[in-house]
């Protein structure tokens, strides 16, 4: 499905979107602009009280770059970092909640990596 809007409400459909399914910080969004600029970002807003702990999930990051490498083109390049996500997050990780994922954040992006 398409929705057009503006940033802001674009960042508001999303967040609420993600929450009605269950994956506020697990979900990726993009603002995509097929003449110009896009943008793609984890869907969950900031959490600057565990910055620097190491427990957040970046399933969402990856995925959101999983999305910018199809709207550049790299369609094979998306489709690897998607399995790999896929992978780790069906038989690696025993939670998708931020600090019960039995890795830490670097430790689960270096699991999807090795998995490209």
Do not use: C, H, W
């Amino acid at each position: 499905d398409v929705l057009v809007t503006g940033n802001m409400f674009g960042d508001i459909i999303t967040d609420l979107g993600a929450i009605t399914q269950g994956g506020m910080g697990v979900a990726a969004g993009g603002n995509i602009n097929p003449q110009g600029v896009s943008m793609f970002e984890p869907i969950g807003g900031s959490a600057p009280k565990y910055t620097g702990m190491g427990v957040i999930n970046p399933i969402a990051a990856i995925a959101a770059g999983a999305m910018m490498l199809e709207t550049l083109g790299e369609e094979q390049a998306a489709e690897d970092v998607e399995r790999a996500a896929k992978e780790v997050t069906g038989t690696k990780m025993k939670s998708m909640a931020s600090g019960q994922m039995g890795y830490s954040t670097s430790e689960v992006g270096d699991l999807v990596a090795e998995r490209v």
